[in-house]
């Protein structure tokens, strides 16, 4: 599969896409008035929020040279650097942002205020629900974990013996969790979850937290990993402890180090949400919503829709070669 190939095609449907909703882009592409568009991401240069700005840099493109991007955010996981991000662009006077929230009521003051003063906020990935936000791009997280179950369930049937990581707070990682489960059950009804632990977000207390659990549940046969830390502390666990031929992983997410052990045999498969996709759609709904039409939908907003679910796919080593090589910015 040819990257380039497949995100043209990607480019070209969500462009239909944006045709379809906002018929005033071939005016404002001939006005040539130049806007710019902020991402807002809370752990910058992240080879998932890199494959998002990716989709926001072409999706601009599409739509014309007047169009500008600026990525945005802290090096480390702080929501309230991410907020403060939020406000310096408002004081800016951008014409949108595109943000992810790193943590929801953290952010909710400063989303409102870009709202209250006229600019569009869409977030993607990591929802605030809560907020005045306009809509949200991104993965159903609890479908996510179902297509996860399921292929468990094809996996191992009912002699699925499942070991989980996660770690508690986010509602995102919980809604995967909640999906895994339930379509674990319904599919392989004799299927069980033998055990969850806390991997607090880290590669190395997850490998710490899974190397006990297996140790203390040795009928697990499947580790599900609910976000991108836990694989590869998945896979250095059952490395250490020699499981390698008895324990499947389901990873979440590629990053470098995810598929390197889909490589090498270490990670059975992933699931591939689609981060290029909601950047690309983030930044059409928040172009969308900058440019009021006269049929008057949205109030002060122009046509947007609420909600986008990006998707997911199940990725196995055959099908990972067009994200060995992500963007960088």
């Given at each position: ?42 752990l910058r240069g992240s080879e998932f929020f890199n494959w998002a700005y990716a989709g926001m840099v072409d999706a601009a493109a599409a739509i014309g040279p007047h ?182 992983i389901m990873g979440f997410d590629f990053g470098a180090p995810v598929l390197e052990l889909i490589q090498n045999g270490e990670i059975r498969a992933t699931v591939g ?57």
């Open positions: 599969m040819n990257i380039a190939k497949s995100m043209t095609k990607l480019s070209l449907m969500a462009l239909g896409m944006l045709l379809l909703v906002t018929p005033f882009v071939q005016t404002a592409v001939a006005q040539q008035e130049e806007e710019t568009y902020g991402m807002v991401v809370f169009i500008k991007t600026e990525l945005q955010g802290p090096a480390e996981w702080d929501a309230s650097l991410q907020a403060r991000a939020i406000d310096q662009l408002v004081a800016r006077g951008l014409d949108g942002i595109v943000a992810t929230a790193g943590d929801a009521e953290t952010m909710i003051p400063s989303i409102d205020r870009a709202i209250s003063r006229g600019m569009p906020v869409i977030t993607f990935d990591s929802d605030a629900p809560d907020s005045d936000r306009l809509a949200f791009v991104g993965t159903n997280n609890y479908q996510a974990g179902f297509q996860a179950g399921l292929t468990v369930a094809e996996w191992l049937g009912d002699d699925a013996r499942v070991g989980v990581s996660l770690f508690p707070g986010p509602t995102h990682i919980r809604a995967r969790v909640d999906g895994f489960r339930d379509a674990l059950l319904q599919a392989a009804p004799g299927a069980q979850i033998v055990a969850e632990v806390n991997d607090e977000g880290s590669v190395s207390q997850a490998e710490t937290a899974i190397t006990a659990m297996l140790q203390a549940n040795p009928q697990i046969n499947v580790i599900f990993a609910s976000h991108g830390n836990p694989g590869p502390g998945a896979a250095a666990a059952v490395r250490n402890l020699g499981l390698q031929d008895s324990v499947d949400q689609n981060p290029y996709l909601m950047g690309y759609m983030g930044l059409l709904l928040a172009h969308s919503a900058r440019h009021q039409t006269d049929v008057p939908l949205f109030g002060e907003f122009g046509p947007h829709p609420g909600l986008i679910d990006t998707g997911v796919q199940i990725l196995y080593v055959d099908d990972i070669e067009p994200f060995l090589n992500p963007p960088s910015f």
